[in-house]
């Protein structure tokens, strides 16, 4: 026995080493034997594929999103027109 102990690998189970490099022999696929047509063809398939998955929010909840937003927002216009003017005063106050 020429192996070490605890080693998985057997004849008959093949050697990963193997596997890794018949995966390396293939080169391309399917997508190298198509033109460049067919690859953007393939692209806008998968797009649309990966749209399907896409959980859309409902009218509710789109309604509610953009409310949110919106008050976020003007809150946040309120909070740096209050700043801006602070810092416009003291300005004025320093230079005169």
């Known amino acids: 026995m020429t192996?070490?102990?605890g080693s998985t690998a057997t004849p008959e189970s093949g050697r990963p080493e193997d596997e890794v490099a018949t995966k390396r022999g293939r080169r391309g696929g399917k997508r190298a034997k198509k033109g460049p047509f067919g690859?953007?063809?393939l692209f806008y398939r998968?797009?649309?594929a990966e749209?399907?998955?896409?959980v859309w929010p409902t009218r509710?909840?789109?309604s509610t999103y953009t409310s949110v937003?919106?008050?976020?927002v003007v809150i946040m216009i309120g909070i740096v027109t209050v700043i801006d003017y602070g810092f416009n005063n003291a300005i004025k106050y320093v230079f005169g």
């Open 3 to 5: 192996e070490a102990l």
């Open 39 to 41: 690859r953007l063809a």
């Open 46 to 48: 998968q797009i649309i």
């Open 51 to 54: 749209l399907r998955k896409v």
């Open 60 to 62: 509710g909840q789109l």
């Open 69 to 72: 937003v919106i008050v976020f």
